[in-house]
């Protein structure tokens, strides 16, 4: 009875409906890092709010939380006022919280239409269904995707079409709170302004949008809040009409970057260490033509499958369908043989360290040594004194730590981890190329100095240094020449000091294609 | 930071072999007639049959291939081969075998590392076929040694017998071609990660087949002695071998996804599971109670190594 | 026509077509006669749910090595318990199989272990039971009534042991095409990690599936034993290379996500029939190993990853000059 009555007094009062959905005091620690310090996210029913920040800013840690990919060390989450604990997808989506995250979850030996119900927990044991059919074809039309054959292989579809089914998927489920982590970096024009339609009808029908994104016109148009986060840290929560493009670029960066790379004079008129003639990449590249001068470091950036990283690889000698010219200081080489780029002075360093970077279970020596075995010893005998030796030489060069040669890679930190990396590009012979794909992902500010440093003194050396990286500021930082992709073609090549970031992310977002 | 310090906090799966070793040398002296020279040697001799195989298994299962299917099937062949060419002499017999064992087992090394095929199917493909040809040339039937040319395998070292100088040989050169060599640091770099040995430029598939054909030489030494003991060559002298061996690797520690390792633990392996079935027999339990309990330890060691891939 | 060759569960019924093309045009059409039917249906009875077993796991990228032993070990706990009750028997050793599967499959997916690591310590440890319980004997089944009924020709060519496998293949069949729990096997072999993300409980999937693997095994192996009438602890050791070898041949992918029941009833089908097609011709056992030997080999070799690079890497090599 009591309880009645104070139901029915909260009905009558309307203060301040609970928010759809908040979060306070979320905290993550990956090892070193904290990736993740006291985040906190509030949404209304019909808001649009958008989280931006630089790369390792904390935005996807805070995305898995909150559809329980990961687990948060400290905070709670709240959704229309009641204490929730999201501990797996299937959780999160009891909530009514869905994701349509950057990383697609598409499984390509599944069809489409069972792409767009996967996971969903709508859908009964027997689950061919004419009505599921029908609800994933009205929401592949409202998305402006009816060419879509919903009986194909998910395999079959291009990224720009997986995102479109991505999408669709979390449209069709039954949804208080939408997040959508970068959804129209691989999307065409007319494609973005359909999904943009749709959300503003998501947005009409009262659901509520958590938005992350790099575009920051997007932010403008479509967007009623903005939630600004840098390393780990909420730095600014306010309305976009409160804000203009200036503001909030600065918000994001919030630091002045001159610190933060080390000063240089390129060297001008150099010989090329790198040229890259006509490149081919079926499906990735197109007719690619590139430059990089000796003593000078080349930036590469674009979106997410903007064809940087495919270039990268191709000239590591990793793509075997990559075709075109490659020639290293004069010399030109076969794609799709590591062994015979490595022999022509080209040395690869990745940011995805635990896939193609570090020997993880094994030491320190073992890691810096790993490129030049070869060069070492007689008949293949080695000896480990010599080895320890050139280990603890290259430890020098790279300004890392000597006595701990003997540790085991998995118990460093990234940015050690990834000085290694740099130790292996060292050479006795004529200076080469060193290629590089997100060279300082996941790596602190301290750390990312210190590499920044690495790779100038490599230039010094007489090196050529082409890096791919999507993190605009580090490409504006540390790039003698930056060139611009989009979809696999250069948009424009710029000296250092010529171009802005808004630049930048016009050309890799909506280019002007001459 | 504490590096240095590191060997005097031991993890706790090192910690807990560690433990399991003590207790089986205490369980092992305190059993009755242990240490009787007779029971000691056959124990050894046995033993070290299998030690050479898994000598040679290390190898494979170093390199990221988890293990060979086909190598109880190459030792058969191989005491078939070795007999065949005894004729001309224990010399060319050796040669010979050697040869043939490295062979068949560098074509799978090939296929597997040039194609990226799967090692489990090559292996498995490799067991039919090996079997299959030889029951076609063979009929199916042992063929024995007339002569006494093989007899030089047979010897004992005074007390030491033959098998365990061999397998202590194989072992040592083993241990020296993974410790010592470019090919032995390739094999670690490729278990650990071989999309990593790619990037840094490494053409993986000669490490490969390397792995193989070694895998394939030190399955040819327990041929040539189990052929030599048993006075023929049949095809039904190295069933079972290659369980038997994978299991050694394992409970010395090796890691089954590779990287991790060492022959020299899989010499400790091999002496662990040798000396827990004779404290077993010893003491009274049946032999098939022995098969039961070492596939436990088996699970149990591989379920220590959770540790090490969780850090992924 | 092309869509029929482009389907994977198709590469076996075509092999089979082939197959029994050319044992047609060796031995006449003779060879086809009843008894061949019944023998190749037989032997399904035995191989087909293993296959099936090892053919699943493979789906969801994992490897049940463990199927080997437990078709001993279940033929062995069968003879042994149903002596009275074969029903109990066949229960208990069923029974047996799922709860080690269960408990193999848990031991992977909460310690992210490697499936044939596990499963290769499950491997000995049925083997090492199957000789516990015989004590390394050859156990005889006193119910040769059993042996008749499980055996008699139902319709000529079909047994009861045929029609418990054929239905096996057809519920399953019908889960993996029908069911949200097929769809969510794919899914999970396909991307496990993009399955997770999509909210398909991936851990939940690898326990069962490895729970059915070891209930198939066992169920074969039971009824196997009460046919025989003898159940020994080594006798049933080879059945591995041919379980993974019908798999394959089905259309089942090691990379995860491909394979369908039909498939491999196709593949088991191919094996069935060479062996009995091949013994109708009076030719020798071995050549059928070789011929198994050889279709693994091939189809293992067809399927590996770095198929395609290598063949361009050869061709450029063989056909342009080297640069200087």
Redesign the interface.
């Known amino acids: 009875m009591i309880a009645a009555t104070a139901a029915l007094n909260e009905m009558q009062t309307p203060a301040v409906p609970p928010k759809v959905l908040n979060a306070r005091n979320l905290s993550k620690r990956f090892g070193h890092i904290q990736a993740l310090e006291n985040a906190a996210i509030e949404l209304e029913a019909g808001e649009i709010r958008a989280v931006c920040g630089e790369n390792g800013a904390g935005k996807s840690t805070l995305v898995k939380i909150l559809t329980g990919i990961l687990q948060s060390d400290t905070g709670n989450i709240e959704i229309d006022g009641r204490a929730v604990h999201i501990k797996s997808p299937r959780d999160s989506q009891e909530v009514g919280l869905n994701l349509v995250s950057q990383e697609l979850s598409i499984c390509p030996d599944l069809s489409v239409l069972d792409n767009i119900w996967l996971g969903s927990i709508e859908v009964p044991m027997f689950h061919r269904k004419k009505a599921f059919r029908n609800r994933a074809r009205k929401t592949l039309e409202m998305l402006g995707a009816a060419h879509i054959d919903l009986d194909q292989p998910a395999a079959k579809l291009s990224t720009g079409e997986r995102q479109i089914v991505e999408i669709a998927r979390m449209l069709g489920r039954d949804t208080r709170i939408l997040i959508l982590d970068e959804p129209t970096a691989t999307l065409s024009d007319s494609e973005i302004e359909r999904v943009m339609q749709a959300l503003k009808a998501l947005k009409r029908e009262g659901h509520a949008i958590l938005y992350i994104t790099h575009r920051l016109s997007e932010v403008f148009e479509i967007c009623d809040t903005v939630t600004v986060m840098r390393n780990g840290r909420e730095v600014l929560a306010a309305n976009v009409s409160d804000l203009d493009r200036k503001a909030l670029i600065e918000a994001m960066l919030g630091r002045p970057f001159e610190e933060m790379y080390p000063t240089h004079k390129p060297a001008s008129g150099e010989a090329a260490a790198l040229r890259i003639a006509n490149l081919n990449i079926p499906g990735a590249v197109d007719k690619l033509n590139l430059v990089v001068p000796r003593g000078q470091i080349v930036c590469l950036t674009g979106q997410v499958g903007s064809g940087a990283e495919d270039v990268v690889h191709a000239v590591a000698g990793m793509l075997v369908e990559a075709e075109g010219d490659i020639s290293v200081n004069g010399r030109r080489l076969q794609p799709g043989f590591p062994e015979k780029a490595k022999k022509l002075g080209i040395r690869f360093v990745s940011g995805d360290r635990a896939e193609e970077g570090i020997f993880i279970g094994l030491s320190v020596t073992d890691n810096l040594v790993a490129t030049r075995l070869d060069a070492r010893g007689l008949a293949g005998v080695l000896s480990p004194g010599a080895l320890k030796k050139e280990a603890a030489r290259l430890a020098e060069k790279i300004r890392f730590d000597r006595r701990r040669l003997a540790s085991v890679a998995s118990t460093l930190s990234g940015g050690n981890q990834q000085k290694l990396a740099f130790g292996r590009c060292i050479d006795h012979g004529k200076p080469g190329v060193i290629v590089m794909i997100e060279p300082t992902r996941g790596i602190d500010v301290g750390a990312r100095a210190e590499i920044y440093q690495l790779m100038r003194d490599f230039c010094d050396q007489g090196y050529g240094l082409l890096i791919a990286s999507t993190d605009f500021s580090e490409v504006l930082g540390i790039g003698d020449r930056i060139v611009t992709l989009y979809r696999g073609k250069v948009v424009q090549t710029y000296h250092a000091g010529q171009v802005t970031m808004p630049q930048i992310v016009a050309d890799v977002t909506h280019p002007v294609m001459s | 930071m504490t ?2 310090l ?1 060997w005097l906090w031991p993890s706790p799966s090192t910690l807990f072999r560690w433990c399991i070793v003590v207790a089986l040398a205490v369980f092992a002296v305190t059993t009755p007639g242990f240490l009787s020279p007779t029971s000691l040697r056959s124990l050894l001799s046995t033993a070290s049959l299998v030690g050479c195989v898994a000598v040679g298994m290390t190898f494979v299962t170093m390199s990221g291939n ?2 060979s ?1 086909s190598l109880g099937a190459s030792l058969s062949a191989t005491t078939v081969v070795f007999v065949w060419l005894l004729p001309y002499g224990a010399a060319a017999a050796v040669t010979g075998a050697l040869l043939f064992g490295a062979g068949i087992n560098a074509v799978q090394g090939l ?1 597997i590392g ?5 090692p ?3 292996s ?10 030889f ?2 040339l063979t009929g ?1 039937r042992g063929i024995y040694i007339t002569t006494n040319d093989a007899e030089i395998f047979n010897t004992n070292f005074s007390f030491v017998p033959g098998p365990l100088m061999a397998f202590a040989a194989c072992a040592l050169v083993g241990q020296a071609i993974l ?5 032995g ?2 094999v ?2 490729l278990g ?2 071989p ?9 993986p598939w000669r490490t490969v087949t390397w792995a193989y054909a070694l895998a394939g030489l030190f399955t040819t030494v327990t041929a040539v002695l189990i052929a030599s003991r048993y006075g023929s060559g049949d095809l039904q002298h190295g069933t079972g071998f290659e ?1 038997q061996a ?2 050694a690797v ?1 409970v010395g520690g090796t ?3 590779g ?2 390792g060492s022959v020299l633990r899989t010499f400790i392996g091999t002496m662990l599971i040798a000396i827990f079935k004779a404290v077993l027999i010893l003491r009274g339990f ?11 330890v ?3 060691v ?2 220590l ?2 540790r ?5 | 026509m092309s869509a029929f060759l482009k389907n994977r569960n198709a590469r076996a019924f075509l092999l089979l077509a082939v197959i029994a093309l050319a044992l047609g045009i060796l031995g006449g059409p003779q060879i086809f006669s009843g008894r061949t039917m019944f023998s190749i249906l037989q032997q399904f009875a035995v191989l087909g749910p293993v296959a099936l077993a090892l053919g699943l796991t493979m789906v969801i990228r994992h490897f049940d090595l463990s199927v080997a032993g437990m078709l001993g070990l279940a033929g062995c706990i069968a003879v042994l318990c149903g002596a009275g009750n074969p029903l109990f028997g066949i229960a208990l050793a069923v029974g047996f199989g799922a709860v080690f599967g269960a408990l193999q499959g848990a031991i992977i997916t909460t310690l992210r272990l490697s499936s044939i690591g596990v499963t290769l310590g499950g491997l000995l440890i049925l083997n090492g039971l199957a000789y516990v319980i015989t004590g390394n004997r050859e156990l005889g089944y006193p119910r040769p009534d059993v042996a008749q009924f499980i055996d008699a020709t139902l319709g000529d060519v079909l047994s009861f042991r045929a029609l418990v496998a054929i239905a096996i293949f057809a519920v399953i069949g019908l889960v993996m095409s029908r069911t949200r729990l097929g769809r969510d096997i794919i899914a999970s072999g396909s991307d496990p990690a993009a399955a997770a993300i999509a909210g398909v409980p991936v851990k939940s999937i690898t326990i069962l599936v490895m729970t059915f693997s070891g209930a198939a095994a066992a169920l074969a192996g039971g009824l196997l034993s009460f046919s025989l009438t003898t159940a020994s602890p080594t006798a049933l050791a080879d059945v591995l290379v041919p379980a993974a070898a019908a798999a394959i041949i089905g259309g089942v992918s090691l990379s995860g996500g491909r394979g369908h029941p039909i498939g491999i009833a196709g593949g088991v089908l191919v094996l069935c029939l060479l062996r009995s097609g091949l013994s109708a011709l009076n030719v020798e056992p071995y050549v059928h190993g070789i011929t198994v030997g050889f279709v693994l080999a091939m189809v293992g070799l067809l399927d590996s990853t770095d198929l395609e690079r290598r063949l361009i890497n050869l061709r450029r090599a063989f056909a342009r000059p080297r640069p200087s």
Do not use: C
């Open positions: 590096s240095q590191d988890i293990m299917f296929v040039y194609f990226r095929a799967n489990i199917i090559v498995m493909a490799a067991f039919a076929l090996i079997l299959g040809v029951t076609m199916g410790r010592f060599t470019r090919f640091r390739q670690f770099l650990s990660n999309r990593a040995a790619l990037a840094a430029g490494m053409e369980y994978i299991s394992l890691a089954i996804q990287g991790n049946s032999i098939e109670l022995q098969q039961l309990l070492i596939g436990v088996v699970l149990l591989i379920m190594q959770w090490a891939g969780d850090l992924k």
